[in-house]
Structures are given as C-alpha cells and as structure tokens.
C-alpha cells in the first residue's frame, strides 16, 4: 500500500513564502465599515438634513460619551464570549451597582440622602463600593456557571432579573441624586471628556492583557477548545470565575461613569444595556462560538452602533424603526461573521 | 494478502528491542480501574523500553484507551502502579503526567483551532519579556527550532483551523517533543490522513525513537504493526494477554491473540445471483468537485469506490444521497429517471447511506441506541396518523440490534458510552430498518476492531446476498478488494476506470488512483 506515494499534496507545505506577508487584521474590515457609515450619514445628512454630521464637534462627543459606558462593559463581555459565555446580566448589574454605590456618593447638602450618617464621603469609598457590587455579581455569575455546571445563558439570566429586583428593592423604587462633585468628576472631568479617557483607558489595558498575557492566551483557549485547555493544565474553573468577576467589575466601572455623568441613579437605568454590549462585541467581529475576537474590535463595533444610533437620530428617524433597524444590522453582523468563519474552513 | 507475504515484507526495524538498554523507561503494575457496572482494566501489565516504537493491540472495549488515560494522568487506577524510570509516580492530572515526560496524542486532536501552531504549544509556557508580558517573537523562534529539530515545515502563525488533518497531528507531536517527553502516547494516529502522509509520521516516529523516546502506538491497522512497531502487547475484555516481538508474529498469530478466537476469513464474500440494473448514474458532476461520473450497479451487486483521499469518492455518494445535489447528470432508479433533491427523496427511493464520520454525521451522541436506530424511518413507515408506533419500532430495533450482535447493557444506553464497533452496527442498524434497496457505505469499519469489522463484511455479503445493490467507499484497499464484485476508480474528481474483479489488484487500482 506504500506504492502511491505521489500525488497526493506533501504533509507539510505551508513554508517561507507565507511566513512573510502577515494578513491585515480583521479589524480593518470592521473599521472600514464604521467609516463607510458615518460617510453615508454625512452624505444624507446634506441631502435631506442641510448639514454636517461629522463636522460637529458636540455631536461627536455626545456619540463617544453614550458609546463609553456600552464600551466599558462590552469590553467584559467580550472576553465571556471568548471563553464561549455569554453575560445577559450587565444591565441589571449596571442598575444594581449604580444604586448601592449611589448612596455613598450624596453630599450632605442633598434633601433625600439614603443614609444620612455617610454623606460627603471621598470619592472612592462609592467607587470601590461599586467595582466591588459589580466585581461580587460577576463572581456569582462564574461561580455557578463552574461550580454547579448550569448553562452561563441561564445563571446569567438568573443574575440579570435579581439584580434588577436589588436595584428596585434598594431604595424602594426611588432615584437617588446629589453627588459629591469628587465623585461627579467621574463622569464630568476633562471638560466632560473623562468616561471616554476611562473607556480608552480599559479598552487598552484590556487589549495588552488580551494578546500579551498568560491570561489572555487562557481565555482563547478555554473559549477554542475547553478539553485542549485542561489537558494543557488550565485550571478552567478558575479562570472562568476570573473573567465573569472582571466583567462584573468592569459593568461596575461603566455604571459609576454612567451615573457620574448624568448625576443621577434610578432602578431602571441600564435596560439592554447587556444586549448592546453583546452587539457591538458581535458586530466587532467576536464569535459567539468562542475562541475568536478582539478587544479592538469591540470598541469599534459599539463606536459602530453609537454612529447609527445618532445618525438615525440626526436624520430625524422615527426611534421605534431605530430599533427594527439595529435588531437587522446585529443579525446581518453575524451572518457576515458565519460567511467569513466559512470562508476560513474552506480554505483548508 | 497472506499473512507470509505481510511478514516477508516487513521492513527490518532500525532499533533492535534487545540491543537497547533492559531499562524500563514506562512500566503499568497490576493497574486496575472499574467504571460502574465495567471492569475496563483487569490488572493489566505494559512495559515500554525507551527507544522502542510499541503498539498496543486490540479490540475496541479491550481497555487500551482506559489503559492511556491511566498513564497520561486523565483517570486514576483502583489499584496498581505506574512507574516512569523506574520510580513509582502518580500522575494525578494531564498536568502532572506531561511534566513527568508522559505526553499523549489524541485521536481527536485536542488543539485549539481558532489559535496559532506556536500559541498551542506553547500554551501555559509562553515566554515572557521583563515586563511579564508574552514575547510573541521569542516564541515564534521557540516554534521554528523546535519545527526543524524535527524536520517539520509548517508556518508557526498559521491558525490550527487552517491545517489538515496530519499537519495539526505535527503539531501535536511537535507539542509532545517540547515537553521533553520519555514516553510519547499516540491513539490511531494515521486514522484520518493520508498514505504520504502517513510516510512522513513514521519518518518523525522513527526519529523520535532514535532520540530514545518511548512511543506507544494504538493502531487497529495491523500493516502498520509491521511496519513501525518494534513490539507490541496485547488487550482482550480488560486483561492484558502478553508481549512480544514484532518480528517473532505472523498477522493470524496476532488477531488470535486479539479475538481469541480463529478469524478465518477477513472478507468474506459471498457469490451471489448478480440481477438487473437497479441504479444506474449518468455523467453525474457537482461543479468544482467531481465530473462526469458514470456507473451502474445491479441487484446483488457490490461496487467498490476506491481512490486516494481527496478523490471526491464522498461526494459522490452525499450527491447520489442528495446531500449535496448534483449541478448535472442523471441518476435513475430500476431505468426510471429520479429527481433527489434531498436525503429524505432518497430515502424514499429506498436508498441508504452510512456516512464517513461516525461523530459528525452519523451519531446523536446525547441520544440511546434505541433513538439512533429510528430516526431514520420517522418520517414514513412507522407513523399511523401521526403516531410513531413504538411498540413495534422499539422491537424491531431490537431485534436487528440483537441480529447485529450491538454489544450493550439495554436498547436505552445512550450511544456516546459504546465502543466505535458498535456504535459503526447501531448505525447500520438505523438504515436496515429502512429496509434499503440501495446502499451506500463510506467507510464502512473505519476505526473498528478485527472481529466487528469481519462482521460487518459478513453483513454486508449477506445483504448483497438478498438483492440490495452496495456501494462500498473505502480507503483500505484489501477491503476494497476483498469485496467489491467491481471496483470504480476516482482520482482527482474523475473517474479513471472500473475494474472487474479479476482485473482489480493493488498494482492496477493504484496505478489508476495515483494517476
């Protein structure tokens, strides 16, 4: 049976010449299409609106300070989805997180502080106290996922309706307000640039750990193949309790920034704020399959959806087909996703 | 092919067994592991000598793969030992084992598939720069040393995804070597790639045991045995019934040992009436995969589909079964032009196909033997208004299960926990109760052992018998041969020839393949 030696393709060809040219990165192709919007935005924006939409400078920063929040937490929720998770709790834990946190950061000066005993405290005490909700809820969320072996769809959704149910029961439904202005700097500092500094801040910080660390290598690998990683000597477990709690820890950070900016925190803040995280990590090009994704990607595919949510805005579109069109442009994302994974197998 | 000539054409092993050092670089003492209701291991006895290539033989359900879990750290025995150079060692995860210089291969190669060659196997032991961040160029050279140690030619940065078959297998062994393994576990290695292939594995094989490297083989293809293996023990129901040279064994000495019992004939084929056409395909092509293909098969007849990997021979078929349907040609039934759009059209028309991949497209893994066995039928027979007649699917199924001799606690075990034999019988099960007229088998007995897989020919004769026109896939060419009343050639998506039976040979079918 030695005897049809040739022919057939040798094993091992893949040689020198391909060792050269790297491939572009996938984000360019995301990138393109964020310009591509924003370009088509600018153009109807002449033709039906009579001015820039680009060429405002208010407008660009109402756009990154509303996609800073999502982006914070879509950066969580982009490593849960490599490791082959989902998180459908961030908005409720944003809600949560923003309430409890809420009460330790109101000035004395303000009629209706929740405890009138801890008023005027130093911005980090409802700083930590946040990160640390958000980090707890995370850690909930991976603790049953590992522990008990339940799906992360369902312990997340378990976390997403009781966190909601805190949030309400917390402060018996009422809003809290009257922020130190330490605390407020959060959302405001930097002539009110300082949730983007905070959202660039993350997103690089993530990105290093991403490609550069052990931690991040973990992540791919878990999400690519959970037998292969704990043959490899990953302690799965471990690692996955780590990565739910940074990203409850980071919907902590994103719900401080979010309640800094708008000076205010109510029970029902934060309402799908975990499907557009999952949206912007989709759109950036993240499988939801697990293995494959960037952080840079991500923040890209939330800049993506916050140019549409303004642009539509700007062109005066009726905010309900807003969402009929978002829900097409998610679905869309995904099937040019599969259509490229395809691509890739094929070329085998 | 008589056992004489198999042993006469034995190449000389490089590394004589005696000439090594009588050191032991793996020994397995009296190890012992039950599962609930299964003694997998009866005290069984392994002892691996460093620099030699030792095949482990046996059924499937003989516990050699129980026996590899045991030594790679992924189960812990009841009782026994396992002692690396000499030392008592307890391997109590993967972890510990490939540290302790036991690496294992496995069948289903454990990669990480959207991730690079170097990032998998450097996984857990990347190199840091001083920031404690991975150095992604140190590692890529780690790769490219390690690569030309063992003379592999594959681009470190290639994503795992885009690798074959063998080319993800280098990358495991090369993953294996790093760890500066003694022993080195590969389960079925050349079940899935290709002759060349598997040329060059053995090549990498012999170098690793040159540099002294224990390799312990799991291999069902008794060829190999001769080729690669220097010694080899062998696994019969858990117990291990001995060692020996491979030099000193004629192939029946070996499958003896293996069955316990005399297979008398590997592929016995039945002469049978041959009767009329029953399909008959006309310039059948799908675009950019095969062309022009043209064949009939009668009643009681089998065709052998022979042809190199690659050849389209699959594709054929799913385009016959409507899988994937044809972009031209004709298929006709009984001389009646059929129109089969889908798998269920074909089914209808009495055709049956077992598929390749036992994993991907044969099994529902989670479901029981009972579940597997009916799901072909759902849709027509056994449906009164709607109602799935249980009663009578559930003692059919068990009957041909019973006829098929399915080794198994119940008809509700879930077909995830049966060896791949029975698992290959529970499937051939599913599309006899379809009562086919046509059949179609890719692979019939890949990756089972001797005694099921002679069962399965049987079977097949006996159908063939009875006037169902087979068309057999195969890539073993001595079932190919063995077989096929006429044997259909594919190279390249062309068909390059049908040979009879007496003009089919190895020499003439692969002059033929390896166009």
């Known amino acids: 049976m030695t005897t049809l030696d040739n022919t057939v393709k040798p094993a091992a060809v893949d040689t020198g010449a391909e060792k050269q040219k790297k491939p572009l990165p996938p984000e360019l192709s995301i990138l393109a299409v964020l310009v591509g919007i924003s370009v088509m935005f600018e153009i109807l924006g002449w033709m039906f609106v009579g001015q820039s939409f680009l060429m405002n400078m208010s407008r660009i920063q109402i756009i990154v300070l509303q996609v800073s929040v999502i982006g914070i937490i879509a950066i969580g929720v982009t490593m849960v989805i490599i490791t082959g998770g989902i998180d459908l709790s961030s908005g409720s834990v944003v809600a949560m997180t923003a309430m409890i946190a809420a009460t330790f950061a109101q000035t004395s000066a303000w009629p209706k502080v929740i405890f009138p005993t801890l008023t005027d405290l130093p911005f980090v005490v409802p700083l930590i106290v946040g990160l640390g909700a958000g980090a707890l809820a995370g850690f909930i969320n991976g603790w049953l996922i590992t522990k008990t072996k339940i799906p992360p769809f369902i312990a997340t959704l378990g976390m997403m309706v009781s966190a909601r149910g805190i949030a309400r029961w917390y402060t018996d439904g009422s809003p809290v307000s009257g922020f130190t202005k330490d605390f407020a700097a959060l959302g405001n500092a930097l002539d009110r640039w300082m949730p983007v500094v905070i959202f660039l801040a993350v997103a690089v910080i993530f990105h290093i750990v991403m490609r550069y660390t052990r931690f991040g290598k973990f992540t791919y690998a878990i999400g690519a193949n959970p037998q292969a990683a704990r043959v490899s000597g990953i302690n799965i477990d471990m690692h996955l309790i780590k990565v739910y709690t940074i990203a409850g820890l980071l919907t902590g950070l994103a719900a401080m920034v979010a309640i800094a900016r708008i000076k205010t925190a109510q029970a029902g803040m934060g309402l799908m704020y975990e499907l557009d995280a999952i949206a912007a990590a989709v759109i950036g090009g993240v499988s939801l399959s697990g293995g494959r994704g960037r952080i840079a990607g991500t923040v890209i595919g939330a800049l993506i959806l916050g140019v549409m949510l303004s642009g539509f805005t700007f062109l005066r579109i009726d905010a309900y087909y807003q969402d009929i069109i978002k829900g097409a442009i998610i679905v869309v994302a995904v099937i040019v996703d599969q259509h490229r994974q395809g691509k890739l197998k094929k070329s085998t | ?515």
């Open chain 2, 1 to 515: 092919m008589s056992s004489a000539a198999v042993v006469e054409a034995m190449p000389t092993s490089g590394v004589s067994p005696q000439a090594q050092s009588s050191e032991y670089v793996l020994e397995v003492v009296d190890v012992r592991k039950e599962f609930p209701g299964v003694l997998a291991l009866d005290n069984v006895q392994l002892k691996i000598r460093p620099g030699t290539v030792h095949a482990l033989m046996g059924e499937n359900g003989a516990g050699k793969s129980t026996l590899m879990k045991v030594i790679a750290g992924i189960y812990q025995p009841d009782q026994g030992e396992v002692r690396l150079r000499g030392e008592p060692v307890t391997l109590e995860t993967p972890l510990k084992a490939q540290e302790s210089g036991v690496a294992m291969i496995h069948q289903e190669l454990l990669l990480m598939n959207s991730m690079t060659v170097s990032e998998n196997i450097w996984i857990r032991r990347e190199p840091r720069n001083s920031f404690g961040l991975i150095d992604h160029d140190r590692m890529r050279g780690m790769t490219v040393e390690l690569f030309d140690r063992l003379n592999i030619r594959l681009n470190p940065d290639a994503e795992i995804s885009t690798l074959s078959v063998a080319n993800r297998q280098m990358v495991e062994i090369a993953k294996a070597v790093s760890f500066n393994s003694d022993v080195l576990i590969m389960d079925e290695p050349t079940s899935a790639i290709t002759e060349t292939e598997v040329a060059h594995l053995f090549e990498i094989i012999r170098d690793l045991r040159k540099r002294g490297i224990g390799i312990v083989y799991i291999t069902h293809k008794m060829n190999e045995l001769f080729e690669i293996a220097d010694e080899f023990s062998v696994f019969r129901d858990g117990k291990y019934i001995g060692t020996h040279l491979s030099s000193e064994v004629t192939r029946d000495d070996i499958i003896k040992m293996m069955v316990g019992r005399e297979v008398s004939q590997m592929f016995p084929k039945e002469e049978v009436e041959i009767g009329d056409v029953l399909l008959s395909v006309k310039n059948l092509s799908l675009e950019g995969v095969f062309h022009d293909i043209s064949f009939d098969v009668r009643k009681g007849e089998i065709l052998g589909l022979a042809g190199l990997v690659g050849a389209g021979r699959s594709n054929v078929a799913e385009t016959i079964f409507g899988v994937t349907p044809a972009t031209s040609g004709q298929i006709f039934i009984e001389g009646e032009e059929v129109n089969i759009k889908n798998p269920h059209d074909a089914i209808r028309q009495g055709m049956a196909f077992l598929t390749e991949d036992r994993k991907e497209t044969g099994c529902f893994l989670p479901l029981d033997i009972q579940e597997n066995v009916q799901s072909a039928v759902l849709h027509d027979n056994y449906v009164n208004n709607g109602f799935v007649d249980h009663a009578a699917l559930e003692k059919e199924s068990a009957e041909l299960c019973k006829k098929l001799r399915v080794k198994t606690p119940s008809m509700h075990e879930v077909i995830e926990n049966l060896s791949g034999g029975n698992q290959q019988k529970v499937l051939i099960a599913r599309w006899l109760l379809t009562h086919p007229r046509i059949l179609i088998l890719d692979e019939p007995t890949r990756g089972i052992d001797v005694g099921a897989k002679s069962e399965i020919h049987a079977l097949i004769s006996q159908l063939a018998h009875k006037g169902v026109a087979v068309i057999m896939i195969s890539s073993e060419l001595p079932e190919v041969l063995g077989m096929s009343d006429r044997v259909l050639v594919m190279h390249e998506g062309r068909c390059t020839g049908i040979l009879d039976r007496d003009e089919a040979d190895q020499v003439s079918v692969m002059s033929l393949a390896a166009k």
